[in-house]
């Protein structure tokens, strides 16, 4: 199923991702720092959601109680939980 996500606290503004059976695929950020959000991407391609959520949630970046990564992180958690 695809979903997309508004972020919040941070510089990226959204998050589009595929998530089936608990795989994530096709994360896209818009905005944000584009390198390193590619980079994500491409790193969180095909793992499963669980695992990406416990490794990325409660990053933070600078100064911010978030950041892209954690975003991403509670992005899936509401997919995982809607899916149930």
């Given amino acids: 199923m695809h979903y997309t996500?508004?972020?919040?606290?941070?510089?990226s503004t959204a998050i589009d991702f595929d998530c089936e059976d608990g795989i994530v695929h096709n994360v896209?950020?818009?905005g944000g720092c584009n390198g390193n959000l590619k980079a994500?991407?491409?790193?969180v391609e095909g793992k499963p959601a669980e695992e990406i959520i416990s490794l990325l949630s409660g990053n933070t970046c600078g100064f911010k109680n978030?950041?892209?990564a954690d975003q991403l992180a509670r992005a899936?958690?509401?997919?995982?939980?809607?899916?149930?």
């Avoid at 996500?5 to 510089?11: A, E, L, N, P, S």
């Avoid at 899936?76 to 149930?84: D, H, I, M, Q, T």
Wanted: net charge positive.
């Fill in 5 to 11: 996500y508004r972020t919040r606290g941070t510089c």
């Fill in 28 to 30: 896209r950020f818009t």
């Fill in 40 to 43: 994500i991407s491409l790193l």
């Fill in 66 to 68: 978030t950041s892209c």
């Fill in 76 to 84: 899936l958690r509401e997919a995982v939980g809607s899916a149930s």
